[in-house]
């Protein structure tokens, strides 16, 4: 599976979007990325995941570059309850493990 | 949606004793659970895969006599840190995935040796 990149922090004010970037440019043509996240000390929340379009459901947006090496996840109304760590995972459709890497540490501001 | 189970979500053991931690998916059969280990500011890290009626394959480094798994039934996935020793405090979490894309979290299982 890809290797992803993402910042290791970022600040967000609450109400405003919180966009969280992800690189994976080594990211092969079956390969999906998910996005999860863990509130502290609970378990990984799936957020979405996405092919190649763009996906949004309840909780967030997922946009992803037309070449694939990039992606956005956007939290449009961030609140004080989203301050977590966010981990972008890139997941061929033939392997069955979420390889977690460092993630990103959301803080929400009041 | 799918949902998993885990418990104790917290035990407190002294050295040399056993835990076992209990991982069910409620609402699902899960063929392949996961069992994964997080230690403090630190990212998961995958111990083991869990199969339904067959032996856990382990990722490299982790001691299978050590960390014994059982997945006796589609629904029942158990971790057993065996002669627990203060280093394998951390923070246990289990897995299941429902669909080829989906995988539901435990609550995790914080696990303190003294």
């Known amino acids: 599976d890809a290797k992803t990149t993402q910042p290791p922090s970022m600040d967000c004010a609450e109400g405003r979007a919180a966009n969280l970037p992800c690189n994976h440019s080594t990211i092969s043509g079956n390969e999906y990325v998910y996005w999860y996240r863990q509130i502290h000390s609970q378990g990984p929340q799936y957020i979405i995941h996405g092919l190649k379009n763009n996906e949004t459901n309840e909780m967030a947006s997922l946009i992803i570059t037309e070449d694939r090496k990039s992606s956005t996840l956007i939290l449009p109304h961030a609140t004080l309850r989203d301050t977590a760590v966010y981990y972008c995972?890139?997941?061929?459709?033939?392997?069955?493990?979420?390889?977690f890497g460092k993630g990103t540490k959301l803080s929400v501001i009041p | 949606g799918a949902v998993v189970s885990q418990h104790p979500s917290w035990v407190i053991c002294k050295s040399g004793t056993s835990v076992k931690i209990e991982c069910r998916s409620l609402?699902?059969?899960?063929?392949?659970m996961f069992w994964y280990r997080q230690f403090p500011k630190q990212s998961l890290m995958l111990m083991a895969t869990s199969n339904e009626g067959s032996k856990a394959t382990y990722e490299q480094g982790v001691e299978k006599d050590k960390f014994l798994i059982n997945h006796a039934s589609l629904t029942l996935s158990t971790l057993t840190v065996t002669s627990a020793h203060p280093e394998d405090s951390s923070f246990y979490i289990c897995?299941?995935?429902?669909?080829?894309?989906?995988?539901?979290f435990g609550s995790g299982t914080r696990l303190t040796v003294v």
């Open positions: 897995s299941a995935s429902e669909t080829d894309y989906g995988y539901t």
């Open positions: 995972i890139v997941k061929g459709a033939g392997s069955y493990q979420l390889t």
């Open positions: 609402d699902f059969q899960a063929t392949t």
